[in-house]
Nanobody, 122 residues
Framework: QVHFVESGGGLVQAGVSLRLSCAAS????????MGWFRQAPGKGREFVAAISERSGTTFYADSSKGRFTISRDNAKNTVVLQMNNLKPEDTAIYYC???????????????WGQGTQVTVSS
């Protein structure tokens, strides 16, 4: 069992940056691949980025490439999503999740945080 708490969201203007953090507690953090997903009002949960247990592999949605960077610090039980050049279409609740595979399919993740709101104004 593992629990996550996301932080770092907020209301920002298009073109600026945000750094989202996900703090883990419970069993060994490094046992899990980690992903970031987002969900906008009226839409399904959308994959953003994922990273393997020891940071050897990363995987990004096309909309994230070149703007977002996922990283993790297993010593601090933390995964980070650095979001640059934010756009209004990035507005969503952002969730971190843990699973056994670096994947963009939400159903393959086992544990989820409660989310943090990101709102980007034009």
């Amino acid at each position: 069992q593992v629990h996550f708490v996301e932080s770092g969201g907020g209301l920002v203007q298009a073109g600026v940056s945000l750094r989202l953090s996900c703090a883990a507690s419970g069993r060994t953090f490094s046992d899990y691949a980690m992903g970031w997903f987002r969900q906008a009002p009226g839409k399904g949960r959308e994959f953003v980025a994922a990273i393997s247990e020891r940071s050897g592999t990363t995987f990004y949605a096309d909309s994230s490439k070149g703007r977002f960077t996922i990283s993790r610090d297993n010593a601090k039980n933390t995964v980070v999503l650095q979001m640059n050049n934010l756009k209004p279409e990035d507005t969503a609740i952002y969730y971190c999740a843990a699973g056994g595979l670096v994947t963009g399919q939400a159903s393959l993740y086992n544990y989820w945080g409660q989310g943090t709101q990101v709102t980007v104004s034009s």
